[in-house]
């Protein structure tokens, strides 16, 4: 490669042939897996106006404050590639109300995302989610539903070794107590703090718990739990969702630690981690976020959902479970009489649903036939100058070795009746 050819830039991927098999096969399973759920697909713009993020997502986060692929377009507006998917889910929802139509929605998407992080094994800068948002009920048993959900899809993948990490951070009320005991019990440790954690300390110090440095990991095992300071209505809310969970034979570990810094999660939140990834080990996260809707501007709605990690998923995904669009019919043909005859016989294969290929480079019969053997295929129909006067091809079955004659205005029909 010469210093002129231009490469991708530093994160992203091109997905070749071999691996868009797997990503196509993840995708059919999500869709028919939140189907059985009810879910309904929504896609949203690849970018939103800036502030839809720095209000929901919140301006402290990593992600707004390092890791947005922002610009200022020609008319002067302030865009940003999308981060994550829930703001838009929920600025979408609120833009047609689609609250009004009706009382229950529960959407899924698939889609790409952005965030300049540091690349490395599982971490890139577009990176792919799938995902649900159910807007419209408090209830516990929607909290449930999500997290079976998220779990049935990764059954259905085969993947081993999650665990399903499960806390509930109360409502906003609660959080007000608990932060104010979490920076009493931090106050004494703050000189140790890492300097991003110093940051938090005012404004966000539950984000505080979400640190990976092993000196503050250590610090925080004495620290106050949010459990402790749940409301009534909050615990007996997070002990349903529980026994739903059990109903469900759900596993799961309680997680106290396990928060989410913004104000309007509330309640429910939960991650699916897996032990066969390494350092980037987090394959899902969801929640609760009672007050998002109310937070964009819109009326005051319930909403619970997750965000799942593709190309992490990928990597967990043995590959027996990959089905390739293989080609079933190759025509071989000799002589250039017998082209317009064989590209018609192409299409009308194909019009059968037959996935069929032909010779487009106009090879010897023999380097056709070692083509047709090296694709696996089912059948090859051969037809040369002979065969089309007499108006019989040869149909070749790969696995037998068997030809027969079949003739031309019958091969459809033919092709048709064989198993492949
Ligand atoms: P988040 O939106 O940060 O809660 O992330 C949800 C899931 O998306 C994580 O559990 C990961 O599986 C995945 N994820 C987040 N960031 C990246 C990234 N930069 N590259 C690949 N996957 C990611």
């Given at each position: ?71 200022t377009d020609q008319g002067g507006e302030d ?167 059990d109903i469900l034979e759900i596993q799961y ?148 070795g068997n030809q027969q004659k079949v003739e ?13």
């Amino acid at each position: 490669m010469n210093n002129k050819t231009i490469r991708a830039i530093k994160g992203t991927q091109d997905i070749l042939p071999e691996e868009s098999i797997k990503w196509q096969s993840l995708e059919d399973q999500i869709r028919k897996i939140t189907s059985h759920y009810g879910y309904h697909e929504i896609r949203t713009p690849a970018f939103e106006k800036t502030k839809l993020f720095s209000r929901s997502v919140g301006e402290e986060t990593d992600i707004v404050s390092k890791e947005m692929y922002s610009w200022t377009d020609q008319g002067g507006e302030d865009l940003t590639l999308k981060p994550e998917l829930t703001a838009s889910v929920a600025r979408a929802f609120i833009q047609h109300n689609l609250g009004r139509i009706n009382p229950i929605n529960k959407l899924y998407y698939i889609d790409a995302l952005f965030r300049r992080e540091r690349p490395q094994k599982g971490r890139y800068r577009q990176f792919h989610q799938f995902g649900v948002e159910a807007f419209g009920s408090e209830h516990p048993e929607i909290d449930a539903e999500v997290i079976a959900l998220a779990i049935s899809i990764f059954k259905s993948l085969g993947l081993e070794g999650l665990k399903l990490n499960l806390n509930s951070i109360g409502s906003p009320e609660c959080r007000i107590n608990y932060r104010a005991a979490l920076q009493k019990f931090l106050k004494p440790h703050f000189s140790e703090l890492t300097e991003t954690s110093q940051k938090r300390f005012n404004d966000n110090p539950l984000r505080i718990l979400d640190t990976k440095a092993s000196h503050e990991i250590k610090i925080l095992e004495d620290a106050p739990n949010i459990s402790d300071y749940l409301t009534n209505e909050d615990q007996t809310h997070f002990n349903e969702v529980i026994e739903y969970l059990d109903i469900l034979e759900i596993q799961y570990k309680l997680m106290p630690r396990l928060v989410r810094g913004l104000d309007y999660y509330t309640r429910t939140t939960f991650e699916i981690t897996s032990s066969n990834l390494g350092a980037q080990n987090a394959i899902c996260g969801g929640g609760r976020y009672d007050g998002l809707t109310e937070m964009l501007g819109g009326k005051p709605t319930p909403g619970i959902g997750f965000a799942a990690g593709m190309e992490r998923v990928l990597l967990l995904m043995k590959s027996k479970q990959f089905n390739k669009n293989k080609v079933q019919i190759y025509i071989v043909s000799l002589g250039e009489k017998t082209r317009a005859t064989v590209i018609k016989l192409a299409q009308d294969l194909r019009n059968q649903s037959l996935n069929t290929e032909f010779d487009l480079l106009r090879r010897s019969l023999k380097a056709q036939l070692k083509e047709a053997n090296k694709m696996n295929v089912k059948y090859a129909i051969i037809i040369g100058d002979k065969e089309l006067e007499s108006n019989q091809l040869e149909v070749k079955d790969f696995l037998t070795g068997n030809q027969q004659k079949v003739e031309l205005n019958k091969i459809i029909e033919h092709m048709n009746s064989l198993s492949f």
